[in-house]
């Protein structure tokens, strides 16, 4: 059985004196979407309900495949379709698995209806638990065991720190993963103990203590791939640059250790190629009775029904000379009959002119020998053309002609060629980096595409060979692109994403190439109205306000957004009416009240003097004396 983890970030912090901040601490919940990053806290909370099975990979080409009798797009085809052949074929709605004749499929595998499941629980073309019947996730997000992943199809969807696994970017770490008895952790998921004899069942292989069933889609490398999740008996054909062991792991068909790049000299049908070597966008025109695609795929210019008809380019002349045919009559490469000239007084034989077949085709007293010689000549004139009679009294053939005039008029410049006599003539030898085609010197580069590349110190893209044709050097991995045939990091995430698998909500954080992305910031303070301005002591006239105020920021160590709350004072001036204070010593009251009907030498704050007025102590009670004069002081 395989489990996974989900994740609860808590955070707390303190602050002395006025300022504090609360506790707090949450947990992730499934109804409110919340997408899952392995570099938050984790967790584990996750119920052991049932086995939870690997989503299938139907959707890359199969090159080579020894099981496959066509190429569907992906899906093997065979003439008698079985539940367990390892491929997807009749009405199986993933390998091996769903439709009306097979076992049904395990969370995550495709399912076209609910019967397709093992869960009874068909979502959106695949299979789900019941934790995930009623979970909403958002866009680019899925739900694995009630819990919202990004979603993924390959490796490359998911970050160096995670693995495509179930259609879910799974963290590829242990940290904080707990699995049952009799189990154990393995890139982030639960698997069956091997046990101690090392031991699993069925088509498990323990690997590191796990008993790990290989699968096309589980981010790892295992069985007989070659590669992550290619290569191999059963699994979609690597691309290039990926590792192979034979031509059939490779979408291209070609293997030197790693996949190479499709080309038109490797003698198999790869890229846009309608034959070997030939068709297609990049390759030369193919031949008669090759695959075609349409016109342009054939050398005659005429694709009917995907076969190349005939149309042969070349003259008559280098036909004949091609076969090797110097009279009579041969046929060409669409079948029809074309002439390859006389032999003056001689005769045609086999396509090759001799000086005779019978007695009757030589003159006079001459006979025809087994060479098909007329001998018995006397003179040069009983001879043909370019012959002459020897001292065998035979006529033989005479090229009256120099070697090099015979290349100059063939217009060869390398190879052999055959005089007016049939004796072949060598034209001379190619220059370095050079190779003899057709009598004519033509580059050919001799290092290998791997000894190009080296020299010229291209880890990917095209250069050019010695006879400048291009030459692929290879692709760049994940989260690389090719810049001057050199593979450099790019981050292939928006910022957003970036700043989301870190689990930051603010302040900066490097993403895969070692860059800093801000993540944004925490807003700006906020503060309640200051309170009304209170009298701090009856002596003075300064009071005192206060009010609340928020004050968020970003915890550097967590990256996220925290506040701290406290209250704020200031002074103020008291404007109350009441006064700010009496001087009895000399019986002035500064407030400008007073009570004017009573005895007593203390101030009071019961009648209002008015404008421009003071409160005095007399002898007679409080009065209201003129502000501009002093009181006069009471008499004991």
């Known amino acids: 059985m395989v489990y996974l983890w989900k994740i609860n970030p808590s955070a707390n912090s303190a602050l002395g004196g006025l300022l504090f ?95 397709d499941c093992d869960t009874e629980i068909c979502d959106d073309g695949r299979c789900i638990d019941a934790s995930c019947a009623d979970v909403t996730c958002d866009a680019e997000t899925t739900c694995y065991r009630g819990e919202c992943y990004f979603e993924c199809q390959e490796n490359d969807h998911c970050t160096s720190v995670e693995r495509c696994f179930m259609g879910t970017c799974l963290p590829r770490n242990c940290n904080g993963v707990e699995c049952e008895s009799e189990e154990v ?13 090392g031991s699993c069942d069925g088509d498990a292989e323990c690997i590191d203590d796990a008993c790990v069933v290989p699968q096309c889609n589980d981010g790892i490398q295992s069985g007989d791939q070659t590669s992550v999740d290619c290569g191999g008996t059963s699994c979609p054909a690597c691309e290039d640059g990926e590792s192979c062991e034979e031509g059939s792991d490779c979408l291209s068909g070609v293997c030197d250790g790693h996949c190479q790049a499709a080309n038109c000299g490797d003698g198999v049908q790869n890229g846009d190629e309608t034959d070997v070597d030939c068709g297609g966008s990049d390759c030369p025109a193919c031949p008669e009775d090759a695959s075609c695609s349409e016109d342009g795929d054939c050398i005659s210019g005429d694709c009917d029904g995907g076969v190349c008809g005939c149309s042969d380019p070349r003259p008559n002349s280098d036909i004949c000379v091609d076969a090797g045919a110097s009279c009579g009559s041969i046929d060409d490469a669409c079948g029809e009959s074309i002439a390859c000239g006389g032999c003056g007084t001689g005769v045609c034989l086999e396509n090759s002119c001799v000086g005779c077949i019978d007695e009757g085709d030589c003159s006079g007293e001459q006979v025809c020998n087994d060479d098909n010689q007329c001998v018995g000549c006397s003179y040069n004139s009983d001879c043909g053309d370019n012959e002459i009679c020897n001292s065998s009294s035979v006529c033989v053939c005479e090229e009256s002609r120099s070697d090099s005039r015979v290349c100059a008029d063939e217009n060869a410049d390398c190879g052999t060629v055959r005089d007016r006599c049939g004796v072949d ?58 810049s001057e045939n050199s593979c450099e990091c790019e981050e292939s995430r928006s910022n957003t994403r970036v700043c989301t698998d870190a689990g930051a909500e603010c302040g900066t954080v490097e993403d895969v190439c070692g860059d800093d992305v801000v993540c944004g910031g925490c807003g700006e303070e906020s503060c309640m109205d200051w309170s009304s ?34 209250p704020q004072s200031r002074d103020c001036e008291v404007d109350d009416g009441l006064g700010c204070g009496c001087d009895d010593s000399i019986g002035t009251c500064s407030s400008g009240l007073c009570d004017c009907s009573g005895g007593g030498d203390e101030c009071s704050t019961t009648q209002d003097c008015g404008f421009n007025q003071i409160c005095c102590a007399g002898q007679s009670g409080n009065y209201c004396g003129p502000g501009d004069q002093p009181c006069i002081a009471p008499i004991d």
């Open 533 to 566: 301005c209170s009298r701090q002591d009856l002596s003075t006239c300064v009071g005192e306000e206060t009010r609340e105020c928020d004050f968020p920021f970003c915890n550097e160590d967590t990256n996220k957004c925290e506040t701290l709350s406290g």
């Open 185 to 197: 952790c393995y890139l982030g998921a639960c698997y069956e103990s091997c046990g101690s004899d």
């Open 425 to 482: 003539v060598s034209c001379g030898s190619c220059g370095t980096n050079q190779a003899c085609r057709g009598n004519s010197c033509e580059c050919e580069e001799s290092r290998l595409a791997i000894e190009v590349c080296s020299a010229e110190n291209a880890d990917c893209g095209t250069v050019k060979d010695v006879c400048g044709d291009d030459i692929t050097c290879g692709s760049c991995g994940t989260n690389q692109a090719c």
């Open 21 to 115: 901040i609360a506790l707090f601490s949450f947990a992730c919940n499934v109804s409110d979407t919340t997408v899952l990053s392995e570099n938050q806290s984790t967790d584990l909370d996750v119920g052991h309900t049932e086995d939870i099975g690997e989503m299938s990979d139907t959707d890359v080409q199969d090159v080579g495949r020894e099981d496959a009798s066509e190429d569907t797009g992906g899906q093997d085809v065979s003439s008698d379709p079985t539940c367990d052949d390892g491929i997807q074929n009749g009405e199986e709605t993933d390998v091996d698995c769903g439709g009306p004749d097979c076992a049904p499929c395990t969370n995550g595998q495709s399912c076209s209806e609910n019967g």
